[in-house]
């Protein structure tokens, strides 16, 4: 797991959900979890935020499947 701060996207979490699958979720307000930390089903990442380059406040999510960009919705079920 990652957990930090990037110019463009703010504070952000990327978590590694393994065969090389990631999620990130960006521009949080604060962090509630830490790197290396296991997370689980439920547990809250972060406080949705404006942080980095946004105007307003939302979550940023992007799913990533061996390093290129994939529709989220076709993995929500």
């Known amino acids: 797991m ?9 504070n952000g979490v990327v978590l590694d959900h393994g065969n090389g699958v990631y999620t990130g979720y960006w521009h949080l ?9 296991q997370v689980t089903v439920g547990q809250e990442l972060g406080k949705v935020g404006s942080t980095g380059l946004s105007t307003g406040a939302h979550l940023h999510w992007e799913l990533q499947v061996n390093g290129l960009p994939v529709d989220p919705m076709q993995w929500i079920k």
């Open 2 to 10: 990652l957990a930090e701060t990037l110019f463009v996207r703010g």
């Open 29 to 37: 307000s604060e962090l509630s979890v830490a790197v290396g930390e």
